[in-house]
């Protein structure tokens, strides 16, 4: 595949690289993580108003740049390679991209708000173990002016610091009126002391917050509704894929990070008086990690560039990124600690960290096995 990034982006992305390599190290980080907010409030302002990357991929009528998948990817795959926590996909690609599309007073607002890196919103779909998020049992009904949302979801990344949640819900068929019930998304305020709100806070392997929120009367706006029916289940499922993109991306770059440590560590370490590099079999490993790398940032690229395409094809290279990162990120993972020996999950080394984050990875958005179902059903001839 022949591609290169255009001027701005390789600036955007030489820009960014520079600023995480003076600004963001991995010890304050891990020590927001663990003894402090769970994040840098600092840094995320810093995103919005010194870099511009909030802002960078959405539209210019909320405070954007007008950027595409493309800019996405860059700047996924740097935040990658710096290990970054902050809720860069979650927030900017899920939530943004979801809202900027829909064009609501409501939806433009927070879009805006995200854009100047005030507001932080959090997806709040999945209910159980499996990957449908649009089998909901959390039920809205409209209450006056206000509606009442009943039900429960579960493990709601970034909740803990959320200003806004994005919640999926079933809405009776007179409220709906279709006479049928039909999906809801809504958009709010998010407050987890609020009248009707319970959230058990969670942190997560890879040292990200996340929350089960559990809804019982709570109210909320009126004019949270933004969609409805299939146009809620289409904007919901592209995005899912575009949250998938963006991941994908996220893993080429902490692989990149991983394997370049990895290479590094081999030439310091010796044994038997020699570097572990002189060693032909460690070689060849390292040379596998690479190969697993360039693939899976191929196919990364792919469903970057495949993210407008038809919804049936965008969804199917998704997939098929998924599958090659998941695969990849387990391989190169595994095998950096394997090299690094009883180092590698350390606190103080990087490689642990990359490592929790790469496994994690693999199921955010859809686990492995769930995207090779979906592209097996998406690739499968007519019967």
């Not at 493990?155 to 959320?162: E, Q, T």
């Not at 409805?228 to 994908?248: F, I, K, N, P, Q």
């Not at 038809?310 to 997939?319: G, I, K, L, Q, T």
Request: aromatic content about 6%.
């Amino acid at each position: 595949m022949d591609f290169e990034l255009s001027a701005e982006q390789q600036l955007l992305r030489d820009g960014l690289a520079q600023f995480l390599a003076t600004r963001y190290g991995l010890e304050s980080s891990r020590a927001a993580v663990k003894t402090g907010p769970g994040w840098q409030p600092d840094i995320w302002k810093a995103f919005a108003h010194d870099l511009g990357i909030l802002g960078a991929t959405l539209p210019e009528s909320a405070g954007g740049m007008g950027g595409g998948p493309v800019e996405t990817m860059v700047i996924a795959e740097a935040l990658g390679h710096a290990l970054v926590v902050e809720p860069y996909v979650n927030t900017v690609v899920v939530a943004g991209g979801l809202l900027s599309r829909i064009g609501s007073d409501v939806a433009n607002t927070v879009t805006a708000q995200i854009a100047e890196g005030e507001a932080i919103v959090a997806l709040a779909a999945a209910e159980d173990s499996s990957d449908d998020l649009t089998s909901v049992s959390t039920t809205a009904r409209r209450d006056g002016d206000q509606w009442v949302l009943d039900g429960s979801k579960a493990l709601v990344v970034d909740a803990p610091i959320a200003t806004h949640l994005i919640v999926t819900a079933q809405i009776d068929g007179e409220q709906a009126g279709s006479g049928q019930p039909e999906l809801g998304l809504f958009v709010f305020p998010y407050d987890a002391t609020a009248e009707g709100v319970t959230a058990h806070a969670i942190r997560t392997v890879d040292d990200r917050q996340a929350a089960d929120i559990v809804f019982a009367g709570a109210r909320v706006p009126g004019d949270s509704l933004l969609l409805t029916g299939d146009e809620a289940t289409d904007a919901l499922s592209r995005a899912v894929d575009e949250g998938s993109a963006a991941v994908c991306a996220e893993a080429v770059g902490a692989m990149r990070k991983v394997l370049d440590d990895t290479v590094e560590y081999s030439k310091q370490r010796q044994q038997f008086g020699v570097p572990l590099s002189t060693f032909q079999v460690l070689s060849h490993r390292m040379v596998d990690m690479l190969i697993e790398v360039e693939q899976a940032s191929a196919a990364a690229l792919l469903a970057t560039i495949k993210i407008d395409a038809a919804p049936a094809e965008r969804s199917r290279a998704v997939s098929a990124a998924k599958v090659t990162v998941g695969r990849a990120a387990r391989f190169v993972g595994q095998n950096a600690v394997q090299l690094h020996g009883g180092m590698g999950m350390t606190e103080e080394l990087a490689i642990g960290h990359y490592f929790k984050r790469l496994t994690a990875l693999q199921y955010e958005y859809g686990a492995t096995d769930r995207h090779l179902a979906r592209y097996v059903e998406l690739t499968a001839p007519p019967r």
